[in-house]
């Protein structure tokens, strides 16, 4: 496999072949003992990062591999005084390592690194454009409740379209037929033009500015998983986009699956923590076995 910048990198069968593997979840890292043996990471990351960063970590050491990185771009001296170009970062650290894992601020910097680069690239966020691995966790994650076909799923997703994190999963569902996705945002946003022009013409995607307007749409007892982000706005309050718990629990199936990529913020009330769907936790879980499958594509 080559560079994993954008979702659309992996074709369905290397998709298959990880999640397969990451199926094995922490029985993964006694199968594959010793498969990282000598090979070192360099894990760039030049914005935070909890989840994507300690479990690409993790994963790289628990399969015998070393990594070398930074986690904030002012400990490199592509931060402040020097600025140094981000194509001069990927060239150096190339000769130190034999694969890097970048999170950028801004998909324009992952693509410089790109340019320098001389070893696999894995784009763990790529500015609001796209965050491939979070992706395959989130499919991945899918899979493993619902089954390999995802064809006719209907995902309900609350949050500001124009995140990685919402860019990625849709063009990873586009690898499936007739997905259709609801998204529940505030008026005036929508999906990114590049991302519409990757997304497989049979997904059907509408748009509802308020749970009232979801709710009397009459869909809700259709959905099967409801994936939660950030809604970025300019009030900070964003009610009119929270369910409440009696929604939650009466209007939705019994089996609904409620997703969110983390960390969260008002849209997930500490309060679904209980709704047995609530698979939030395990998803990010997941995000360990998955870039440790990820990894062993390479290698
Ligand atoms: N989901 C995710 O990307 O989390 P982090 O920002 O903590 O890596």
């Known amino acids: 496999m080559e560079n994993l910048i954008s979702i ?7 998709m298959k072949a990880v999640f397969e593997r990451a199926k094995m979840r922490e029985k993964i890292f006694n ?7 000598d090979k070192t990471l360099a894990s760039l990351f030049l914005q935070p990062s909890t989840r994507t960063q300690l479990s690409f970590q993790s994963a790289f050491t628990k399969l015998g591999g070393t990594y070398i990185g930074f986690s904030d771009i002012n400990s490199s001296r592509s931060g402040p005084p020097y600025y140094e170009p981000l194509d001069d970062m990927g060239q150096i650290v190339s000769g130190y390592c034999d694969i890097i894992v970048m999170r950028t601020i801004n998909a324009k910097y992952t693509l410089a690194l790109l340019e320098g ?10 500015g ?15 899979t493993t409740h619902i089954g390999t076909n995802l064809s006719g799923l209907n995902i309900l997703i609350i949050g500001t379209p124009r995140q990685r994190t919402i860019n990625s999963l849709l063009i990873g569902l586009s690898n499936w037929e007739n997905i259709n996705v609801h998204i529940l945002c505030q008026n005036g946003v929508s999906l990114p033009d590049i991302i519409c022009a990757k997304l497989n013409p049979t997904m059907n995607v509408r748009y509802y500015h308020s749970t009232r307007q979801f709710l009397e749409s009459g869909l809700a007892s259709q959905i099967n998983v409801i994936y939660m982000d950030k809604i970025f706005n300019e009030t900070n309050e964003y009610t009119e986009f929270v369910f409440t718990e009696n929604e939650l629990y009466s209007d939705f199936k ?21 709704h047995p769907g609530a698979i939030y936790f395990s998803q990010a879980q997941n995000g360990l076995y998955v870039r440790a499958s990820l990894f062993l594509s390479y290698f």
């Open 254 to 274: 019994n089996d609904i699956m409620i997703m969110h990529p983390l960390p969260r913020t008002r849209e997930l009330p500490k309060t679904f923590d209980k």
């Open 8 to 14: 659309s990198d992996i074709s369905l069968s290397d």
């Open 31 to 37: 199968e594959y003992y010793g498969a990282l043996k």
């Open 128 to 142: 609001n454009i796209e965050h491939p691995t979070q992706a395959l966790t989130d499919l991945f994650t899918l």
């Open 117 to 126: 680069a001389k070893v696999p690239v894995i784009s763990a966020g790529s």
